[in-house]
């Protein structure tokens, strides 16, 4: 009690700490200029002083501060939320991180006021509740980012609709199948990733705040009003938990580095594509760049730079799996230190997303090209295998005899289309004309209709289907 009485010893009187009543000397500058986080952290700004309002009222509703107290807190930390968001807030590495920057700024506004903000709430908890705050702001973004990342593919693929390309297994000539088909196959890659965000969500969204350093608080606080007025879905049950748990971010990190390895898959694809070699794509040209010394080139540096900072993404689940796996129980100061990894993979997965979907939306098929080569690579082998099985061959013996008349047809440099009946019945004698219904690349989609397969019906209803998921 007559601490808490004593006299205010945080301005003016050196040693100056923000909390530092048991200190007779100062932190050493290059401790300050070493441990302050203010530099990365005040981008929690907002969410510092979304939690800080919701904290007061809750205060104030249980009797710990009055409501005029609590309403003066609210108006003033608005006031700095204007400030910071214009710039002319001043940061200094003497308050180490944004938390004590708002609150110390507050209380030399507000005075006793400003002081009774911190009841009930240690900076652990207080920076478990910020960073979860911000990481829920951060997945709906990004959600949105890959909703229309897959509308564009969506949209590339309805375009599409009815083009046959080549599909391809180990980088060879592989089944032809349905261009749209192809398109909407990330779309389900990125449906997964939205999937996976959704639940790192529920488990990003349990409020911390009340778990005080690690043991809770004895003051009769009420944590679910506070968990109402952030919307969170729930409060750690856990103080000693609640206070240090950074699974939420592992859990983002990761499932952003698959989202970003999925669009270096996609990337990496597209350049093959664009190339001379295969020509099936033409990108955008404001999507990519010349030589400075040929001046022929258009270049795939975007595409390039999506498949690159993909690593980074990937560098950072490392990063915060290592910085968890030596810390003992509740809060370490190590944990500073998951920030920049996870803004790291917040920022560049908005990167990728933003040059993505455009890119996407600006591309199109040489249709031309693709078709002139459609037929070689005798990719109808598998759809006359097929039709072998159903008139009752054995599948290893359809196989083996399509393997003859492959070899038959690349001896004489032909599609298996132009192989005579002659030659056909000679490596299988229960041939007839019928059978020719199964070559061709057009014939040999068509008839690939089992559920999730390429025939243009196929494709059809999931066209329908993602037409109104993503809708
Ligand atoms: N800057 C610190 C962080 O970001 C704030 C929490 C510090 N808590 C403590 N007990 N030193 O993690």
């Not at 009222?57 to 009797?63: H, N, P």
């Not at 199109?364 to 078709?371: K, L, M, Y």
Request: aromatic letters at 6%; one cysteine or more.
């Amino acid at each position: 009690m007559s601490q808490q009485s004593g006299p205010h010893h945080a301005s003016g009187a050196a040693p100056q700490k923000a909390w530092g009543g048991v200190f007779q000397q100062p932190t050493d500058k290059r401790v300050e200029a070493f441990s302050e986080s203010v530099s990365f952290d005040r981008r929690l700004a907002d969410d510092d002083i979304d939690g800080s309002i919701a904290h007061s009222q809750m205060l104030a509703a249980c009797g710990l501060m009055t409501p005029a107290e609590a309403a003066s807190i609210a108006q003033t930390l608005e006031a700095i939320r204007q400030e910071i968001a214009a710039g002319t807030f001043t940061f200094t590495a003497a308050k180490e991180d944004i938390h004590l920057h708002i609150e110390s700024e507050l209380t030399a506004r507000l005075g006793d006021a400003g002081r009774k903000l911190h009841t009930a709430r240690s900076r652990n908890d207080q920076v478990a509740t910020d960073l979860r705050l911000y990481c829920r702001r951060a997945i709906d973004r990004i959600d949105l980012g890959l909703l229309e990342l897959q509308r564009a593919f969506l949209g590339f693929a309805t375009r599409e609709q009815g083009f046959v390309i080549p599909g391809y297994t180990h980088l060879r000539r592989a089944q032809p199948v349905l261009a749209s088909h192809q398109l909407l196959s990330w779309c389900e890659k990125f449906q997964r990733d939205r999937d996976r965000l959704a639940d790192c969500r529920k488990r990003t969204n349990i409020l911390p705040l009340g778990s005080g350093a690690l043991a809770g608080s004895s003051l009769p606080i009420d944590r679910e009003q506070v968990q109402r007025s952030l919307g969170f879905e729930g409060v750690a049950a856990n103080s000693i938990d609640g206070a240090s748990d950074r699974d939420f971010v592992c859990e983002l990190a990761f499932v952003l580095s698959l989202a970003a390895v999925h669009l270096s898959q996609w990337a990496e694809e597209w350049i093959l594509y664009s190339t001379q070699e295969f020509g099936f794509i033409v990108l955008p040209e404001g999507f990519c760049t010349g030589s400075s010394i040929m001046p022929q080139k258009i270049n795939p540096d975007v595409l390039e730079l999506v498949r690159g900072k993909s690593a980074r993404t990937i560098g950072n689940v490392q990063a915060l799996l290592v910085l968890l796996k030596g810390l003992p129980t509740a809060y370490n100061r190590d944990l500073q230190e998951d920030k920049e990894a996870i803004f790291d993979s917040i920022d560049t997965l908005e990167g990728l997303l933003g040059v993505a979907a455009p890119l996407v939306a600006g591309t199109q098929f040489d249709r031309a090209r693709v078709t002139a080569t459609i037929e070689r690579g005798h990719l109808d082998a598998t759809s006359l295998m097929e039709a072998l099985i159903a008139a009752g061959v054995p599948q290893r013996t359809a196989h083996e005899t399509v393997g003859h008349l492959v070899r038959r047809a690349m001896s004489k440099g032909v599609s298996l289309a132009e192989l005579s009946d002659e030659e056909f019945s000679a490596d299988y004698a229960g041939w007839d004309v019928t059978f020719r219904g199964a070559l061709g690349a057009s014939r040999a989609v068509e008839r690939m209709v089992s559920f999730g397969s390429t025939a243009p019906a196929r494709v059809a209803d999931q066209l329908a289907v993602w037409q109104r998921r993503l809708a």
